[in-house]
T-cell receptor, first 113, second 116 residues
Framework: AQSVTQLDSHVSVSEGTPVLLRCNYS??????LFWYVQHPNKGLQLLLK??????LVKGINGFEAEFKKSETSFHLTKPSAHMSDAAEYFC???????????FGAGTRLAVHP | DTGVSQNPRHKITKRGQNVTFRCDPI?????LYWYRQTLGQGPEFLTY????????KSRLLSDRFSAERPKGSFSTLEIQRTEQGDSAMYLC??????????????FGQGTRLTVV
């Protein structure tokens, strides 16, 4: 069965410093992986997706993620945090047969001035 | 607005009452999903439809829960005899399943249910 583990429930960074949100996945085959962001009182928004093409995936708002099969990881990064990046971030894997998205528990990102 | 629309946005109900939520997906999307999210947790899968057919239901979906998508367009999620543990955000998403691949899912803003 597919699953994802987000290694940090909370991450706090200063504005202008790099962001790293960690995600490990478990899958019996080559997975499709996503990062979604959820701002307070707003719907889930897709940041980026990996679907077996390039291993370095660029998303919106300057975020990137790198698929590393040997480490079963799909960490989300951004070179320089902005105050507006403060939100909840979810690492997501698509189940077998493309049937459903399986979410991690989420990482809450706080950005301090 | 051509996104996923959910109504109502908020619902407060007394324990034991029935509630119904509606989801209008993106018009050309053939897949529709329901998720439940409680505070501090990631969304949990409840059920999904392909067109009008309900193809999978989670163990989370007790017999008090029922979902329909009668014409393959909008969907409703009904909870009968609500309990306090049903308090959560109910999320709807839609996607387009093409041959061999599924496009990304687009989510609505959710219906927040509070059972008092």
């Amino acid at each position: 069965a597919q699953s994802v583990t987000q290694l940090d429930s909370h991450v706090s960074v200063s504005e202008g410093t790099p962001v790293l949100l960690r995600c490990n996945y478990s899958s019996s085959y080559s997975p499709s992986l996503f990062w979604y962001v959820q701002h307070p009182n707003k719907g889930l928004q897709l940041l980026l997706k990996y679907t077996s093409a390039a291993t370095l995936v660029k998303g919106i708002n300057g975020f990137e993620a790198e698929f590393k099969k040997s480490e079963t990881s799909f960490h989300l990064t951004k070179p320089s945090a902005h105050m507006s990046d403060a939100a909840e971030y979810f690492c997501v894997v698509l189940s077998g047969g493309y049937n459903k998205l399986i979410f991690g528990a989420g990482t809450r990102l706080a950005v301090h001035p | 607005d051509t996104g996923v629309s959910q109504n109502p946005r908020h619902k407060i109900t007394k324990r034991g009452q029935n509630v119904t939520f509606r989801c209008d997906p993106i018009s050309e999307h053939n897949r529709l999903y329901w998720y439940r999210q409680t505070l501090g947790q990631g969304p949990e899968f409840l059920t999904y439809f392909q067109n009008e057919a309900q193809l999978e239901k989670s163990r989370l979906l007790s017999d008090r829960f029922s979902a329909e998508r009668p014409k393959g367009s909008f969907s409703t999620l009904e909870i009968q005899r609500t309990e306090q543990g049903d308090s959560a955000m109910y999320l709807c998403a839609s996607s387009l399943l093409l041959t061999g691949r599924n496009t990304e899912a687009f989510f609505g803003q959710g219906t927040r249910l509070t059972v008092v």
